[in-house]
């Protein structure tokens, strides 16, 4: 059973800094692109940052490039999305995701696994 549980949201006012990670279990993740995603209330969720299966390429949304980034471990099975100069309006629920293929997405729809999601929230 593939299991992603995400760590290391928070509170943080705005200028600082947060890393959150995801663990994944249950099979081989190498082969697959990670993906990080986040939904703030009463929005949609939204694409944040990917990664493809060796870590060679990396994709940003226009909101985030320049202050996140994005990273991977496949020896430990871990994506982690590191997060600078953080602003009130970053603040909502991140979630991991990991899909069978080993191209990015940014839809939500070509994601195959998802975490249970990380609250990020950032004071002004």
């Known amino acids: 059973q593939v299991q992603l549980v995400e760590s290391g949201g928070g509170l943080v006012q705005a200028g600082g800094s947060l890393r959150v990670s995801c663990a994944a279990s249950?099979?081989?993740?190498?082969?697959?692109?990670m993906g990080w995603f986040r939904q703030a209330p009463g929005k949609e969720r939204e694409f944040v940052a990917a990664?493809?299966?060796?870590?060679?390429?990396?994709y940003y949304a226009d909101s985030v490039k320049g202050r996140f980034t994005i990273s991977r471990d496949n020896a430990k099975n871990t994506v982690y999305l590191q997060m600078n100069s953080l602003k009130p309006e970053d603040t909502a629920v991140y979630y991991c995701?990991?899909?069978?293929?080993?191209?990015?997405?940014?839809?939500?729809?070509?994601?195959?696994?998802w975490g249970q999601g990380t609250q990020v929230t950032v004071s002004s």
């Open positions: 990664i493809s299966e060796n870590g060679s390429s990396t």
């Open positions: 995701a990991v899909r069978k293929l080993s191209y990015y997405t940014r839809m939500p729809g070509g994601y195959d696994y």
């Open positions: 249950g099979r081989t993740f190498s082969t697959s692109a």
